[in-house]
């Protein structure tokens, strides 16, 4: 029997680590909504990490409107999804200071959000190549059973090979109905759905919505709507979306009418899933 499994069978839980014993910082801690990230190297290996320590005293008021349904935590969710586009979580417990952590693979490269915001077009082929690795990424989230709730290029890493990695579960929820009632406005505004900003009954069309922001702005370096800050301006997402044509003269058509659907108000307007958005862009190329 490992250590581990010893504790797990007669103390109910893991063993408590003691973070700063294992790991040097190599760089102080970027603040995210609920944690704390840190890059480190562990010492006895000398492989470099990322270490992410939750901040217990804004993740309980989101955690705490799943008590009794046995939701998993975000890095027990984290190992269960695994694929090209999506981060790696290797391990996740409770230090010796009392703190969850998740420990994850270290992303070289840049939040796409910071990519964007420099305000040079990416090249046409490379907007299609970033849409497309979104859509899976997200897609082995739903196909895994869970729903991010926030798609949005924050949550995006595109590594200097041009690989796209989706991060951050902190919001992820299991595909079922008890996790999915309506009354939380959860997630980025910007990208939010209009049933989650209208407190509507919601399913994995959300992501569904929030990636079409998200590939809209991929692809033009603005959004369906005028720019505005607050959660008041994500009211506007039922109405009429800008065309993205209007950004974008010479988008193939094909992937337009298929960014279009994705942020339709109606969720029923939307390709049902992520695979259904890439069969319809499969014949696209730029």
Same mark, same amino acid.
């Given at each position: 029997?490992?250590? +581990?499994?010893?504790? !797990?069978?007669?103390?109910?839980?893991?063993?408590?680590?003691?973070?700063?014993?294992?790991? *040097?910082?190599?760089? !102080?801690?970027?603040?995210?909504?609920?944690?704390?990230?840190?890059?480190?190297?562990? &010492?006895?290996?000398?492989?470099?990490?990322?270490?992410?320590?939750?901040?217990?005293?804004?993740?309980?008021?989101? *955690?705490?409107?799943?008590?009794?349904?046995?939701?998993?935590?975000?890095?027990?969710?984290?190992?269960?999804?695994?694929?090209?586009?999506?981060?790696?979580?290797?391990?996740?417990?409770?230090?010796?200071?009392?703190?969850?952590?998740?420990?994850? !693979?270290?992303?070289?490269?840049?939040?796409?959000?910071?990519?964007?915001?420099?305000?040079?077009?990416?090249?046409?082929?490379?907007?299609?190549?970033?849409? #497309?690795?979104?859509? +899976?990424?997200?897609?082995?989230?739903?196909?895994?059973?869970?729903?991010?709730?926030?798609?949005?290029?924050?949550?995006?890493?595109?590594?200097?090979?041009?690989?796209?990695?989706?991060?951050?579960?902190?919001?992820?929820?299991?595909?079922?109905?008890?996790?999915?009632?309506?009354?939380? #406005?959860?997630?980025?505004?910007?990208?939010?759905?209009?049933?989650?900003? $209208?407190?509507?009954?919601?399913?994995? #069309?959300?992501? &569904?919505?929030?990636?079409?922001?998200? @590939?809209?702005?991929?692809?033009?370096?603005?959004?369906?709507?005028?720019?505005?800050?607050?959660?008041?301006?994500?009211? $506007?997402?039922?109405?009429?979306?800008?065309?993205?044509?209007?950004?974008?003269? *010479?988008?193939?058509?094909?992937? @337009?009418? @298929?960014?279009?659907?994705?942020?339709?108000?109606?969720?029923?307007? $939307?390709?049902?899933?992520?695979?259904?958005?890439?069969?319809? &862009?499969?014949?696209?190329? &730029?």
């Amino acid at each position: 029997m490992q250590l +581990s499994e010893f504790f !797990e069978k007669f103390f109910g839980g893991k063993p408590r680590v003691d973070l700063w014993r294992r790991f *040097e910082r190599m760089r !102080e801690s970027v603040t995210g909504t609920m944690s704390h990230f840190y890059k480190v190297r562990e &010492i006895k290996t000398g492989t470099v990490l990322g270490l992410k320590i939750i901040d217990h005293a804004k993740s309980d008021p989101v *955690e705490g409107r799943y008590r009794g349904l046995k939701k998993p935590g975000e890095g027990a969710i984290g190992m269960l999804i695994a694929g090209d586009n999506i981060a790696k979580t290797l391990e996740w417990g409770e230090s010796t200071a009392g703190d969850s952590y998740i420990l994850l !693979e270290f992303i070289p490269g840049k939040v796409l959000h910071t990519v964007m915001s420099s305000h040079e077009p990416f090249p046409p082929a490379q907007r299609l190549d970033l849409v #497309r690795q979104a859509a +899976s990424a997200i897609a082995t989230v739903h196909n895994a059973g869970f729903i991010h709730r926030d798609i949005c290029p924050r949550n995006l890493m595109l590594r200097p090979d041009g690989r796209l990695i989706l991060f951050d579960f902190g919001l992820t929820v299991p595909d079922q109905p008890a996790f999915l009632q309506p009354g939380n #406005r959860i997630g980025t505004p910007s990208y939010m759905a209009p049933e989650v900003v $209208r407190r509507r009954p919601i399913d994995k #069309r959300i992501d &569904i919505f929030s990636f079409g922001v998200t @590939a809209f702005e991929i692809c033009t370096l603005d959004m369906p709507w005028p720019r505005a800050a607050g959660g008041k301006a994500a009211l $506007r997402h039922d109405s009429q979306s800008r065309d993205i044509r209007e950004f974008w003269p *010479e988008i193939p058509p094909q992937l @337009a009418d @298929a960014i279009m659907a994705c942020i339709a108000a109606e969720p029923d307007r $939307r390709p049902p899933t992520l695979e259904k958005f890439l069969e319809r &862009i499969a014949g696209v190329a &730029i």
